[in-house]
């Protein structure tokens, strides 16, 4: 009796799993992935594909930067680690928060939840940069301390790309252009 | 008919029960765990920050992402850092005790359940490695994990066994290949992921043209750990990397499988992932990789003299 569930658990397993690691683009598939995934998923044991750099490879340099505003208004500025100035070690025990910062672009949801975050946060729990104000004269003024609660919350990832002309040749790596560029993830405003 | 489907069982049970080496277990056991502390230790001081409603997610929102199917301890208990610190306490505590032995085999259903909970309470963090980290534990717990090296077994050496001598060991409570089944699972799996990630690759038109590595390089958060990216400068460097990377993935499915082919394969295998691990940071997926690979070794058998 052992036997034969061991046996059937088995190929079961095995069915489950070669289903739901075929690639998306076997469109053949799709339907039955779309019914073993939900299955596995409830199991714990769902993977979906493995596009490791598949089917190409997608640079996400970059940081997120959060614009802020204090409760008189003052403008400051939170920014993520720059993970490519981090050493092999940081990169290592804070990995959690690399993938972070690297997927949060992925799910609005996530950044949502992280500009909330932040206009909690700031100034207590997390650290952000007062920036430079203009005068109604148009005087630059120095930044002043942010006084909580944070107001609102802007998100964006700044995120840095090659810039490569049709039929050029691949940079070498003091050649690469880079150039950034800003995309919008998510809005937190206090409650009137 | 009757003959296809015995012929079909048969095989099935040779390939099940009679062909795995169950003394590579304790290997799988003992990487593992170590694995599974360090993960552990790294989430510990940001326990509040990753998987608290004061954090980073609420948990509302995790449901939201992952839908319906999804389920966690943490959901149910109450968001405070010391509960969830609570949690990883414990889960260190599995680890450890697979570690050295006992009763892994609880340990690891423990393990689990504690990677599901973690994983599905802040989905945003976590990754393919961690996926895997998540399958192994399910398959460890159907493994003869206290077998060899264990505090239950001390003593225990790497002995070689004969299919005859299944009886008499199964009577002195020693392993044998048939309890070592889930072996295959672990070989099943390895193989889904190689194989799919060598079709997604094989559609890509930088793994085509010989420049997708080139790309990887320029992964500048990621990449440079001891190789520089400048490495990669020169095509010839970019498309063997890039060709031989591939070679090796589309290789990988089908050499473990063919038993002339399997140590090349291994070794190709374990080479693809120490070249990632010294041009990436990629935390523990090159490691609990190669764990997976060795799940495919047998070991060669020793004669004793005195037996």
């Not at chain 1, 009796?1 to 076997?26: N, Q, Y």
């Not at chain 2, 089908?254 to 992932?273: D, T």
Request: charged share 20%; glycine share 6%; with cysteine.
């Amino acid at each position: 009796m052992k036997k034969i569930a061991i046996r059937i658990a088995s190929v079961l397993f095995c069915i489950g799993v070669l289903i739901d690691t075929t690639p998306e683009s076997i469109l053949w598939l799709w339907r039955t992935k779309a019914w073993v995934h939900p299955v596995l998923e409830r199991l714990g044991l769902s993977q979906g594909d493995w596009p490791l750099f598949a089917p190409n490879p997608v640079l996400n340099n970059g940081v997120i930067v959060a614009e802020l505003s204090d409760r008189n208004g003052n403008p400051a500025t939170w920014t993520s680690t720059d993970w490519e100035k981090a050493s092999a070690w940081t990169k290592f025990y804070r990995f959690r928060h690399m993938n972070y910062h690297q997927r949060l672009t992925n799910t609005h949801l996530a950044a949502v939840d992280f500009a909330e975050y932040l206009r909690l946060a700031v100034p207590d729990r997390e650290s952000a940069v007062g920036s430079i104000r203009w005068s109604q004269d148009n005087q630059m003024l120095d930044p002043a301390p942010i006084e909580p609660p944070v107001r609102e919350v802007k998100l964006y990832k700044y995120r840095n790309s090659i810039v490569l002309e049709e039929g050029q040749a691949l940079p070498r790596l003091e050649q690469t252009i880079w150039s950034t560029q800003i995309n919008f993830l998510a809005r937190s405003d206090a409650q009137p | 008919m009757k003959g296809l489907m015995h012929r079909i069982v048969r095989g099935l049970d040779w390939f099940l029960f009679e062909s795995c080496d169950p003394r590579v277990v304790p290997i799988l056991r003992i990487g593992f765990a170590l694995m599974i502390i360090i993960q552990a230790l790294v989430l510990w001081p940001d326990a509040g920050y990753w998987f608290t409603d004061s954090g980073v997610m609420r948990t509302q929102t995790a449901r939201e992402i992952l839908g319906p199917g999804s389920w966690s301890l943490l959901y149910y208990l109450p968001s405070e850092p010391w509960v969830v610190q609570s949690a990883l306490a414990i889960w260190i505590v599995n680890g450890a005790l697979m570690l050295v032995g006992f009763y892994s085999r609880v340990q690891a259903a423990a393990i689990f359940v504690w990677l599901v909970s973690f994983q599905n309470r802040n989905p945003s963090i976590h990754d393919g490695e961690d996926t895997v980290f998540r399958i192994f534990a399910f398959l460890m717990v159907w493994l003869p994990l206290d077998a060899y090296w264990s505090i239950r077994k001390r003593g225990e050496s790497l002995e070689p066994r004969q299919d005859s001598k299944n009886r008499a060991d199964r009577s002195v409570g020693r392993c044998v290949a048939a309890d070592a089944w889930a072996l295959r699972l672990f070989q099943v799996q390895m193989t889904a992921i190689y194989a799919s990630t060598a079709l997604s690759k094989l559609e890509g038109s930088t793994w085509n043209d010989g420049t997708a590595v080139w790309y990887v390089s320029r992964m500048t958060d990621n990449f440079g750990r001891w190789i520089s990216a400048s490495w990669l400068d020169q095509p010839y460097a970019s498309e063997l990397a890039t060709y031989g990377t591939l070679a090796i993935e589309c290789f990988l499915p089908f050499g473990l499988w063919i038993p002339r082919l399997r140590w090349l394969a291994i070794c190709l295998g374990v080479l693809l992932h120490l070249g990632i691990e010294f041009s990436m940071n990629l935390f523990l997926f090159q490691w609990v990789m190669i764990l997976g690979l060795i799940a495919f070794v047998k070991l060669p058998t020793r004669v004793c003299s005195n037996t």
